[in-house]
């Protein structure tokens, strides 16, 4: 099972309330310099040429859970060039367990732009993990649109980055595995290899290899739960998960499966140490999605039904997301619109006001967001700076 964890009380009698960015301030962030900005908890579109900072804003509010952001960036990139001081993010957060501050931005101590901090209601906290107890969040970016046709890797990706919003521990084991695959092949090909170590490794890749495929299935089971649940105009899709571990899981208990993973291991060295990869593990999983409709996998789908079906996949992550930790996350949407037609933009428009999500939403033009402006904030976005209308 997946951990969620919370660490605030519940207010009392409130089950179900918003999460929301109520201000936010940018410093020497992108081409940010100062800003503050005030927020209301209803959606939020940001219009404006290329290259004004639209998007700069979402990775700065992408930035309050665990990880590197929307655009996985190197931490030195967010810095502003025109300016010396370091680049920080300071949110006002509205919870359904009370007003929280979260504050992050880089480390003046180390110099190099190179590592992070993050202040929880004015304390210095360990590690980005501590983020994930306060903050659920998903998004949409143009560089996902074409995520389920560009192979198994990118869609494994996609979905680790689902269960991370679940358990902020699965992208420890992911690390750790990874570290542990690296370390298993430089010995193999080198050689002389060191039978203890590689035991060693390939227990440590059974281990976590299996709780990986475990969350991995939960998360998919949970997606087809909200799958089934949305009235949207959006296709519906078929999800299977094709791996060694994953599908041993079905029928058998997770610790035979790390057994027959770590035998596996163990036969197949001397075939990894002449092609120089693993043929087993989870690294080899692959999330499969067909389009139910057409009974068509995404990948051999149109370029725009390969969109509909990624958003179909994150409003049903949102819809998850919502039900289990008793909040709609924050959904960021980066220039969403430009490609989706009348029907489906509505229906998108329409899900995000039922759903209850804070959703901030960009483009360049104003037309498209037409039925969704009157139940919104507009801000125009001009050289770092939000013109509010």
């Known amino acids: 099972m997946l951990n969620v964890v919370r660490s605030l009380a519940p207010v009392a009698g409130d089950t179900r309330g918003q999460l929301v960015v109520g201000q936010i301030s940018l410093t020497n962030f992108r081409n940010y310099h100062d800003?503050?900005?005030?927020?209301?908890?209803?959606?939020?579109?940001?219009?404006g040429a290329n290259g004004s900072g639209k998007t700069n804003l979402l990775e700065a509010i992408s930035l309050l859970v665990p990880g590197r952001g929307l655009?996985?960036?190197?931490?030195?990139?967010?810095?502003?060039?025109?300016?010396?001081?370091?680049?920080?993010?300071?949110?006002?957060?509205?919870?359904?367990?009370?007003?929280l501050h979260?504050?992050?931005?880089?480390?003046?101590?180390?110099?190099?732009?190179?590592r992070r901090i993050v202040h929880i209601d004015g304390k210095n906290v360990r590690g980005q993990n501590a983020l994930a107890e306060h903050?659920?969040?998903?998004?949409?970016?143009?560089?996902?649109?074409?995520?389920?046709?560009?192979?198994?890797?990118?869609?494994?990706?996609?979905?680790?980055?689902?269960?991370?919003?679940?358990?902020?521990?699965?992208?420890?084991?992911?690390?750790?595995y990874e570290k542990a695959l690296r370390e298993r092949l430089r010995i193999l090909r080198e050689g002389p290899a060191d039978a203890a170590w590689l035991k060693a490794?390939?227990?440590?890749?059974?281990?976590?290899?299996?709780?990986?495929?475990?969350?991995?299935r939960h998360m998919v089971q949970q997606l087809r739960t909200g799958i089934a649940t949305t009235t949207s105009a959006f296709p519906r899709a078929d999800l299977e998960l094709k791996g060694l571990a994953e599908e041993a899981l079905e029928n058998q208990p997770a610790l035979l499966v790390e057994d027959s993973l770590r035998e596996a291991l163990a036969r197949t060295r001397g075939d990894d140490a002449q092609s120089g990869t693993c043929v087993c593990g989870p690294h080899r999983s692959d999330l499969v999605v067909i389009h139910r409709l057409k009974q068509c996998p995404a990948d051999l789908c149109s370029t725009g039904e390969?969109?509909?079906?990624?958003?179909?996949?994150?409003?049903?992550?949102?819809?998850?997301?919502t039900s289990i930790r008793q909040m709609p996350p924050i959904f960021l949407l980066?220039?969403?619109?430009?490609?989706?037609?009348?029907?489906?933009?509505?229906?998108?428009?329409?899900?995000?006001?039922?759903?209850?999500?804070?959703?901030?939403?960009?483009?360049?033009?104003?037309?498209?967001?037409a039925s969704l402006l009157p139940h919104a904030q507009h801000g125009v976005v001009e050289f770092g700076q939000v013109i509010w209308l």
Do not use: C
């Open 102 to 114: 979260i504050g992050t931005g880089s480390d003046p101590e180390t110099g190099d732009g190179d």
């Open 201 to 216: 490794l390939e227990d440590e890749m059974a281990q976590t290899g299996v709780a990986i495929a475990a969350a991995r």
């Open 35 to 47: 800003v503050r900005l005030n927020i209301a908890a209803t959606p939020v579109v940001l219009t």
């Open 135 to 176: 903050m659920a969040m998903a998004w949409i970016t143009p560089d996902m649109d074409r995520v389920l046709a560009e192979g198994p890797s990118a869609r494994r990706k996609l979905l680790d980055r689902l269960v991370y919003g679940f358990d902020p521990a699965h992208n420890g084991r992911v690390h750790r």
């Open 71 to 99: 655009r996985r960036a190197a931490l030195r990139e967010l810095q502003n060039q025109k300016s010396s001081e370091p680049w920080a993010i300071a949110v006002d957060l509205s919870t359904p367990y009370g007003a």
């Open 306 to 321: 390969q969109k509909a079906l990624l958003i179909a996949l994150m409003l049903a992550h949102v819809r998850i997301l």
């Open 334 to 369: 980066d220039d969403i619109a430009a490609h989706l037609d009348d029907i489906r933009r509505a229906s998108l428009f329409e899900e995000l006001r039922t759903l209850g999500t804070q959703a901030w939403l960009t483009g360049t033009d104003t037309e498209p967001f």
